[in-house]
């Protein structure tokens, strides 16, 4: 999969498909970084990629209308809850999973 940051800045994700590519926008408010993530978040969606947004805010549920494959976790339109007893089961729940995953967050240290 190829992600256009830029006219000139493309990632291709084969060179991080050892250990998964991890992208953080940081800015000051204002400055794009909603905007900055939909427009990644949209380029992986439409080469049949997965993406999770955690952010119970109303802006990502555009997403929704356009795919299909969108779930939103928390917020005004969400499809599941984004409370204490749903994200412990839910991190149980991932880490029963075959593709290994792990995390330094626990159901234990949820609290």
Same mark, same amino acid.
């Given at each position: 999969m190829k992600l256009r940051l830029s006219g000139d800045y493309v990632i291709d994700t084969d060179d991080y498909r050892k250990e998964g590519l991890r992208i953080a926008i940081l800015a000051m408010g204002g400055h794009g970084k /909603?905007?900055?993530?939909?427009?990644?978040? +949209?380029?992986?969606l439409d080469q049949k990629g997965q993406a999770i947004v955690l952010e119970?805010? %109303? +802006?990502?549920?555009? =997403? &929704? %209308?356009?795919?299909?494959?969108?779930?939103?976790v928390g917020g005004e339109f969400q499809d599941l809850p984004? +409370?204490?007893?749903? %994200? &412990?089961? /839910? =991190?149980?729940?991932l880490q029963e999973m075959p593709f290994g995953y792990r995390s330094s967050l626990s159901p234990q240290n949820i609290k």
């Open positions: /909603s905007n900055a993530a939909a427009d990644v978040i +949209e380029d992986v119970p805010i %109303a +802006e990502w549920h555009t =997403l &929704k %209308a356009r795919y299909n494959n969108v779930v939103t984004l +409370e204490y007893d749903f %994200a &412990k089961d /839910s =991190l149980r729940q």
